[in-house]
């Protein structure tokens, strides 16, 4: 069985805003998400002091009172997107179909703040003080659990977490399960919720973090000669995927279709990309050839662009798989917006592509001033680019060496 599959349903939340429509409206006029910390008051120590929060999200808005303290915030983001997607495809799960409906959500460091929080409350007060809710707080899979006992979902229910690539994996293996018939419909994205003390701390000693304090919303600048490192961010995106045909049949909104997907591995480094973008350019090739799409057909990249050394990695990578192509085609990172959201990044970042695709116009990347002679793609600098999207391709690399890319085209018979 070698199914169609298409996007009917999208939910998210980032820096930008919370929704869809308040996300996509930001990126497209090319609003930065990142602030001064709030998440919590970094000491002297902090060479970092910037991230991008996800502002005014209230979890009693989707969740009941009494399941909120349940869930660490990586969920509350699972289950929100999850709710605002299957309300915007229209779907409804009932009894005849539960089995028939799955949910993937990964995560790529799950309940950190959690567990941060109860180390603390066992070192001050002691073990009788630890929460029986610490465990189903902090595994990762409990994203897709919740959405899954929460909505009423019985078909196929597991978890993905691969870093950075997390999203992007976890929509893509959602596909494949449409595909080969073992579901009919998939809630799939990413969620991630780690601004904490350990984690930035952390990524600030692995010297990954963009250390410009003074200029917040310039801090992220993919591709940009004078980038420094990532920002960190916090967020979800999920999609609803559907079997097409029994989307048309019941008159469901079509966003996209979702063409190829494809997933390997560098085997170089625990943190670095493989030279020249080995792997990423085999991950593109294997995608491009999964859709069947000829590479001159591809319009628009949503970059993995994370505003570190890897950008220019990632260029390589582009114009090996793509050739002379690779400068009439659009590169841009929504990164530069929202900052890095680690698992979550694949999730919103595939909206956006499909977003490009449903409306004609392709986000830029901003706070691009000075180009970089290594990077010298069109990366739709500092504005964006009304034009036809009948492809767009969505990269994710993660640590380890994981990488994941998926194509989407226009939804046509």
């Known amino acids: 069985m070698d199914r169609r599959v298409v996007v009917t349903g999208l939910g998210m939340l980032s820096p930008l805003g919370i929704g869809v429509e308040e996300n996509w409206s930001a990126v497209c006029n090319g609003k930065s998400g990142v602030r001064l910390l709030t998440k919590f008051k970094p000491d002297e120590d902090f060479s970092v002091r910037i991230a991008g929060e996800v502002d005014g999200f209230k979890p009693e808005d989707w969740i009941d009172h009494k399941d909120v303290k349940k869930m660490d915030t990586f969920i509350h983001y699972a289950v929100a997107c999850s709710k605002m997607a299957l309300d915007d495809s229209g779907f409804k799960i009932t009894e005849e179909n539960a089995e028939r409906v799955g949910v993937l959500v990964g995560v790529g460091l799950g309940g950190l703040p959690a567990i941060e929080r109860y180390n603390n409350v066992y070192l001050d007060r002691g073990v009788k003080k630890i929460t029986p809710f610490f465990i189903p707080m902090l595994i990762p899979n409990l994203a897709s659990g919740q959405v899954s006992i929460l909505l009423g979902a019985k078909g196929p229910n597991t978890c993905v977490v691969t870093a950075c690539a997390t999203g992007t994996h976890s929509i893509g293996d959602a596909y494949r399960l449409i595909q080969n018939g073992s579901a009919d419909v998939m809630i799939a994205g990413g969620t991630e919720s780690v601004i904490t003390p350990l984690a930035v701390g952390g990524f600030s000693a692995a010297k990954a973090l963009s250390t410009r304090n003074d200029d917040p919303q310039g801090a992220s600048r993919p591709f940009d000669k004078d980038r420094d490192g990532f920002v960190m961010g916090e967020g ?131 706070n691009y001033t000075t180009p970089d002679p290594e990077c010298d793609l069109n990366y739709v600098p500092n504005e964006a680019c009304e034009q036809e999207v009948k492809v767009a391709v969505s990269n994710s690399f993660g640590f380890g060496g994981t990488n994941g890319v998926l194509v989407f085209k226009q939804a046509k018979n």
């Open 236 to 366: 979800c995106g999920v999609v609803i995927l559907e079997d097409m045909e029994s989307a048309k049949k019941r008159g469901a909104p079509i966003y996209a279709e979702v063409a190829g997907y494809a997933l390997n591995g560098d085997a170089h480094h625990i943190t670095a990309t493989s030279p020249g973008g080995e792997g990423a350019a085999r991950c593109m090739n294997l995608a491009i050839k999964d859709s069947r799409i000829d590479k001159e057909k591809v319009d628009y990249i949503n970059a993995h662009g994370t505003s570190t050394a890897a950008d220019a990695t990632e260029t390589n990578a582009i114009k090996t798989v793509f050739g002379d192509h690779a400068y009439k085609l659009k590169v841009s990172s929504t990164k530069s917006m929202t900052g890095h959201l680690l698992g979550a990044a694949g999730g919103v970042e595939a909206i956006y592509s499909i977003l490009a695709i449903k409306n004609g116009v392709i986000p830029p990347t901003i």
